[in-house]
């Protein structure tokens, strides 16, 4: 089914892909409902020279380890058509799998084939650390987050 709905999103977007002379990849793992790894990817382009972010599809992967996702990665923009040399940029979560500086996955891509890539640590998921962070530090929130966590847990 997922992969229904992704290849018809996915389909009116090949044209926006091809003329888009670099491109970023955006990605994040994830977990579908049996528990299986996923790699969400996105895709910023450049349309009619304005910015744009595109869904290209949430895969399988078989392990979360850089080298897996590395491989996935490169195989979903052969299969799209991208040239690695293209990608310019990739957006995570900040994992030290992702940005590791010896064997993440934005390492990986650079030495192998993206030697102008840039590594962008994901805003949201950044703030994300930063809340988590500071809700430590104040007793209050730290309540409150345990309560709301109790909650949900029981339901």
């Known amino acids: 089914m997922e992969e229904a709905i992704a290849m018809t999103i996915t389909s009116t ?6 003329n888009s002379k670099y491109v970023g990849v955006i990605v994040d793992e994830t ?24 869904f290209i599809g949430n895969y399988v992967i078989p392990s979360g380890t850089a ?13 799209r058509g991208v040239a690695m040399a293209r990608v310019v ?3 995570s979560d900040g994992a030290n799998v992702m940005v590791g500086r010896k064997a993440g996955v934005a390492q990986k891509m650079r030495l192998n084939d993206c030697p102008y890539l840039v590594n962008i640590h994901c805003d949201a998921h950044r703030t994300a650390l930063a809340v988590r962070d500071v809700s ?3 007793r209050e929130i730290s309540a409150y987050v ?7 847990t029981y339901y």
């Open 31 to 54: 977990a579908n409902i049996t528990v299986e790894k996923m790699l969400i990817t996105y895709l910023a382009l450049q349309h009619k020279r304005e910015p744009e972010t595109v």
């Open 89 to 91: 940029g990739l957006g």
């Open 67 to 79: 080298e897996c996702i590395t491989t996935k990665i490169k195989d979903v923009l052969s299969g």
């Open 13 to 18: 977007i090949d044209d926006r892909i091809a």
């Open 146 to 152: 345990t309560t709301i966590n109790n909650i949900y």
């Open 136 to 138: 430590k530090a104040v």
